[in-house]
C-alpha cells in the first residue's frame, strides 16, 4: 500500500498533478407558473412604460407651446381687435354665482382604481365680466375652455357633497367671484361699457402664477421621462429573456435553455 502511494506520489511530483475534471452544468430549473407571471407582468410593464413614456412626450410639447404663448402674447391692451392676446384680471364683484360660490366651475368624478379616468358630472362656463385695471372686459362667448394642459389651472377646489359608498367622491373646481383670471383669446366688438374679449382657454390664475406652474410641470414630465427611459428597456428585457426560456423549456430548444 505505502509502496503504491509513494509511486504516484512520485508520478504527480514528475510530470504535475493532472488537473480535476471541470463540473457538469447544472440546468436552471424549470420556469414554473409564477415565474410565467413574472415574465408576463415585466414584459406588459414595459410595454406600458413606453406608452407612458410617448404621452408624457405628447404633455411636454403641449406645455412647450403654452409657456411660448403665455411668454409671448401680448397684453389685451396693447392687442388690436382681433389680435391673439391674454386677458388678466379678477373676475368683477357683481358678478353672481351660479353654483354655491362659483361663477364658472366643472365637477368631476375620478373613475377606475387609480383614478386615472375622470368623468365630467355637468359644467358651467357662462359669460362674465373681468377687471384688468381702469379697464372691463366681458367675456363673449361660452365655448371657452379651462386649461387641461395644467392639472393646477385654479386654486379653488373642494369636495362637493354628492358622493357615495360605492363610488368616488365629486370633485367641483373653478372661479369664484374676485378671483384672478387668465384668460387667451381675442379682443371682439365691444358690448356697452365693458369690451369684448372671446375666450379660448381660461385659467384661474395671475398670468405670471400661470407660467410658473408650466415651468414646474415641466420639470415633472422631465424626471417622469427619465425614469421611464431607464424602467422600459429593463422591463422589456427581462420580459424577453423569459419568454426565450420558458419557449426553449416547451419546444424543447436546447441552446435556449440557460445554465449555471
Known amino acids: 500500500m505505502n509502496q ?3 509511486r504516484r506520489t512520485k508520478r504527480e511530483q514528475q510530470f504535475g498533478k493532472p488537473a480535476p475534471p471541470p463540473p457538469r452544468p447544472k440546468e436552471l430549473p424549470q420556469p ?3 415565474f410565467v407571471a413574472g415574465v408576463v407582468l415585466a414584459g406588459i410593464l414595459g410595454l406600458l412604460c413606453v406608452v407612458w413614456l410617448g404621452f408624457t412626450l405628447h404633455h411636454i410639447v403641449e406645455v412647450s407651446e403654452r409657456q ?3 411668454r409671448t402674447l401680448p397684453d389685451v ?3 388690436a381687435p382681433g389680435e391673439t392676446a391674454i386677458l388678466e384680471g379678477r373676475i368683477a364683484a357683481s358678478e353672481p354665482a351660479r353654483y354655491d360660490e362659483f361663477v364658472a366651475y366643472v365637477r368631476e368624478r375620478r373613475r377606475g382604481r387609480s383614478g386615472a379616468f375622470v368623468e365630467v358630472i355637468n359644467q358651467e362656463k357662462p359669460p362674465f365680466t373681468v377687471e384688468s385695471g381702469s379697464r372691463i372686459y366681458r367675456l363673449a ?3 371657452y375652455v379651462f386649461d ?9 377646489e373642494r369636495l362637493d357633497d354628492d358622493t357615495s359608498v360605492w363610488l368616488s367622491p365629486i370633485t367641483i373646481r373653478g372661479l369664484v367671484t374676485q378671483s384672478p383670471v387668465t384668460a387667451l383669446g381675442r379682443l371682439v366688438a365691444s358690448e356697452g361699457n365693458a369690451l369684448a374679449f372671446h375666450a379660448d382657454s381660461v385659467v384661474g390664475l395671475p398670468r405670471g402664477d400661470y407660467y410658473d406652474r408650466l ?3 415641466q420639470v415633472v414630465n422631465w424626471i417622469v421621462i427619465l ?6 428597456p429593463i422591463l422589456i428585457y427581462l420580459g424577453l429573456r423569459g419568454v426565450y426560456r420558458v419557449m426553449g423549456w416547451t419546444w424543447g430548444w436546447p441552446w435556449a435553455r440557460p445554465q449555471a
Open 4 to 6: 503504491r502511494r509513494s
Open 32 to 34: 414554473n407558473v409564477f
Open 68 to 70: 411660448a404663448l403665455v
Open 77 to 79: 391692451g396693447q392687442a
Open 141 to 143: 362667448n361660452r365655448s
Open 148 to 156: 387641461g394642459v395644467l392639472p393646477t389651472w385654479k386654486d379653488t
Open 215 to 217: 415651468a414646474a410641470r
Open 227 to 232: 425614469v421611464l427611459a431607464l424602467l422600459a
